[in-house]
């Protein structure tokens, strides 16, 4: 339930400032569910400390008081009882401590040494697993021939854009078809609102985009997607189980913006600035952390020299040997390669 539907009991000061909290939340975002997602923090929180017993619009100052164990322990029961990550935790607890420094600066708390004695919890890089370019194919081509399966145009061509514009969930979700340009025979571009409320300007291909129109098959709306973020999630559930993915790969719909991500890496030679325009991050240390890339093939200086490879090998076998290495290679590594063929073949 959103902050608007509880209903307050003549004045509270103390709603009127949680609702003024939430809504500067929502103004500098420029999102309703940013402004969703801090209201659940708080109301978990308050929910928590009053025992379940009050809701928002019916918060005393007497409520409010922080004992010193009181965060510490709401820290140990987002972790034990909830089950949350540390990630999660620290977020949650963010949103907290800054609407009590809003509540200390208007007189309403006076001691916030509880938010000391609660250490933010350490947290794990990004583990969600990054796919190849045919696993994604792969996908696509399942949801279009599932029996029965419903909507099935609509998740084959939402896989195949999120993989070809690196494009969030939320915006791809959030596209209309008024959202496209035409630019000239060959590209159309694509005004799409990210993260952040970031605008973000990019182009597909028009021979890709002609497909999308048989989207308008599907739906009678402006939107692009029509399809709820559960259908997407139940989705990724049969994707995952019928591609048998180990579970430890941690393989979710984001994984395929890393792994469109990952293909502008390495089609521009390992270009970071290429891939960073691509994803749109404005820190190159979160982009690293998209890149489906390992440190385990890389050799030392020394290493390297020992046993080092020629060059130009590829230009001394032979034919046939030539082609035999190139069939050895991986999807993507041939994807790749017919790209540049295919560059090079435009030039002539």
Known sequence: MLAENVVKIGQNEIY??????????????????TKEA????????????????????????????????????????????????????????????????????????????????????KEGKNHHGV?????????????????????????????????????RKSALLNLTWDDFLIINNDEVEIRAIDKGNEERNLRISREFYEELQQLKNESSTNKVFN?????????????????????????????IRKCGVTFQYRISGGDLLHARKASGHKSLANLQLYLGETDLNVLGAVSSTKNKLDDELFMKVSHEELIEGIKKLNKDQILLLNI???????KQ
Do not use: P, W
Not at 228 to 254: A, D
């Open 131 to 167: 796919l190849t370019v045919n696993e994604v194919f792969q996908m696509a081509d399942l949801v279009l021939n599932q029996k029965r399966g419903r909507k099935r145009l609509t998740k084959y061509y939402l896989l195949l854009l999120a993989l070809d514009s690196c494009l």
């Open 16 to 33: 009127d400032q949680i609702e003024l909290f939430l809504e500067k939340k929502k103004m500098k975002s420029g999102s309703e569910k």
């Open 38 to 121: 801090y209201y659940i923090d708080i109301r978990d929180f308050f929910r928590y400390l009053t025992k379940g017993q009050k809701d928002l619009g019916f918060l005393s100052i007497e409520d409010i008081q922080l004992g010193l164990d009181d965060i510490v322990n709401y820290q140990l029961y987002l972790k034990h009882q909830k089950g949350l990550i540390n990630k999660s935790i620290n977020r949650k607890l963010s949103t907290i401590s800054q609407l009590y420094a809003r509540f200390q600066m208007r007189g309403m708390v006076k001691d916030l040494s509880a938010f000391d004695e609660a250490d933010r919890l």
């Open 340 to 346: 540049k063929l295919n560059e090079i073949r435009s």
């Open 227 to 255: 399809i709820s973020e559960t259908s997407i999630q139940e989705m990724m559930n049969y994707l995952n189980k019928k591609m048998n993915f180990e579970k430890k790969r941690n393989i979710v719909f984001h994984s």
